[in-house]
């Protein structure tokens, strides 16, 4: 039996890691394609980053590996805190994400 069979936590961590770098690349999409048409980003914090795609990703890219490690970490203390951590941290980029599309809708 292959090892993440056998360890149904392992699987779900991998599966909303991944689901969660999806959102936040699409987060990033999405306000690259927002600033194109006119708009501006929301965060006071990204404002300078996000005029730099690279830039963007790769902060999205280490924001997950922080996040990531620190669900492991989690997980590894406290069974289950670290996937309802990484579960509430996914919804939140669904909502992100959502307020993306919701604004390009609403701006065109």
Same mark, same amino acid.
């Given at each position: ?11 779900? &961590? #991998?599966?909303?890691?991944? /689901? !969660? ?9 999405? $306000? ?32 997950? &590996? #922080?996040?990531?490690?620190? /669900? !492991? ?9 670290? $996937? ?25």
């Amino acid at each position: 039996m292959p090892e993440d069979e056998k360890n149904p936590t392992w699987t779900r &961590m #991998i599966l909303l890691t991944v /689901a !969660l770098w999806s959102l936040m690349g699409l987060d990033v999409v999405t $306000t690259e394609f927002a600033i194109t048409k006119g708009l501006s980003e929301g965060n006071p914090l990204m404002q300078t980053v996000v005029v730099n795609p690279g830039l963007h990703l790769l902060i999205k890219a280490v924001a997950l &590996m #922080i996040i990531v490690l620190f /669900a !492991l970490r989690c997980e590894r203390d406290a069974p289950s805190c670290g $996937t309802h951590m990484m579960t509430a941290v996914t919804g939140f980029y669904l909502a992100v994400l959502t307020n993306n599309i919701m604004m390009l809708v609403a701006g065109m």
